[in-house]
């Protein structure tokens, strides 16, 4: 049994809670939040303890993993003292906000030898994963063109548009990502354009709502990302990539597959009402996937070189969002080992 604790008992921490105490191989044993009756709340619900303190979750003889949910601006010291403590981090995506803090984090955990993953959950999606593995078999031959979608229902409050870092790190960082993984390949080259059409108070903080992200492999094979926050008609996700032999598609998901037909039409189950609808299962594979890496002592399947990738290409999405023009992406190869994607 691996002993976890889990740090941050806010939305997302208490979607991790609920998975750490479902898990036959997990002991869950400590919640810790800087709220500590929302600590105390979670950790009853699961039958685990509220910690007092950090001191207590970094204990290398009562602790084996952390699972970090705290708020972002605390991941990077959360990371580096879980490797200080030797104990195995699985992390909330960002490792930090800022991308030379998050590479100078990833060397520090790294040079400690602990296992750790960043939760970049999309990649267990059922479909997303069928889709990568046909791609990576050559079902669709050399990869010309990648179509990704990501349209949530709802804009999101201006109080976390102000702190999240904008919708290239915050969003589109995990398509991003399943572009990397789904082709194998890191994109050289990005180019974004984008506009406050669901809401334009988000324009204060230099930020968009509605953006197209086209994205240059080295071999010239092209990506596109669109991202919207707020739709009509609930959270659209897809992805289709086609090459010189065919194309592959994992199509978006409808809440149900019911369809009622009259004399008149045929009225089908509509989209999934909201993102977390519609990804809550990939939290519980992936940490399942982080728990049978430590049990085998094998890599963990998201590393944190993936998170540090994603985000510069995110980070070269911002600054092409900002400068109107196309902008290689750096990805500091002193810092970055080869990464299995």
């Known amino acids: 049994m691996q002993r976890f604790a889990l740090i941050g008992a806010g939305f997302i921490g208490s979607v991790h809670a609920a998975n750490l105490a479902a898990h036959r191989g997990i002991d869950f044993a400590l919640v810790f939040d800087v709220d500590r009756a929302r600590a ?16 207590e979750v ?10 970090i949910a705290s708020s972002t601006d605390t991941h990077a010291e959360n990371l580096r003292r879980a490797a200080d403590a030797g104990i195995a981090a699985f992390v909330e995506k960002p490792i930090d906000l800022d991308l030379a803090a998050a590479r100078e984090t990833v060397a520090y955990v790294e040079a400690s030898g602990i296992p750790a993953m960043v939760d970049f959950n999309r990649r267990f999606d059922r479909d997303h ?14 990869v010309e063109l990648v179509q990704l979608t990501s349209r949530g229902p709802a804009s999101p409050p201006l109080d976390y548009v102000r702190v999240s870092g904008g919708q290239m790190r915050d969003q589109t960082v ?11 390949e890191d994109p050289v080259e990005v180019f974004v354009a984008g506009s406050a059409l669901a809401d334009p108070r988000i324009e204060q903080f230099g930020d968009v709502d509605t953006s197209v992200a086209t994205l240059r ?3 010239g094979g092209l990506i596109q990302i669109d991202s919207v926050r707020r739709t009509g008609y609930g959270y659209d996700e897809r992805i289709e990539v086609m090459g010189a ?11 149900g597959n019911v369809v009622r037909y009259s004399s008149r039409d045929a009225v089908a189950d509509g989209l999934h009402a909201g993102w977390f609808e519609r990804v809550r299962s990939t939290y519980a594979a992936a940490l399942a996937s982080f728990v049978t890496s430590l049990d085998d002592g094998t890599t963990p399947a998201v590393t944190l070189e993936d ?19 196309p902008e290689h992406v ?10 299995r994607m």
Do not use: M, N
Request: charged residues 20%; positive net charge; without cysteine.
């Open 330 to 339: 750096v990805y500091d190869a002193p810092l970055l080992k080869r990464t």
């Open 40 to 55: 105390e709340a979670v950790a009853a619900e699961h039958g685990a303890r509220a910690a007092a303190s950090l001191d």
């Open 58 to 67: 970094f204990d290398p003889g009562a602790i084996d993993a952390v699972l």
């Open 245 to 255: 032999a065919g194309l592959v598609e994992s199509r978006r998901q409808q809440a």
């Open 217 to 219: 492999l080295a071999g």
């Open 174 to 184: 995990h398509f991003f990502d399943l572009a990397r993984w789904i082709t194998g």
């Open 129 to 142: 994963g069928e889709l990568q593995r046909l791609v990576r078999q050559g079902a669709v031959g050399a």
């Open 307 to 325: 998170g540090l990738k994603a985000q510069a290409i995110a980070e070269a999405a911002a600054a092409s969002l900002r400068s109107g023009r």
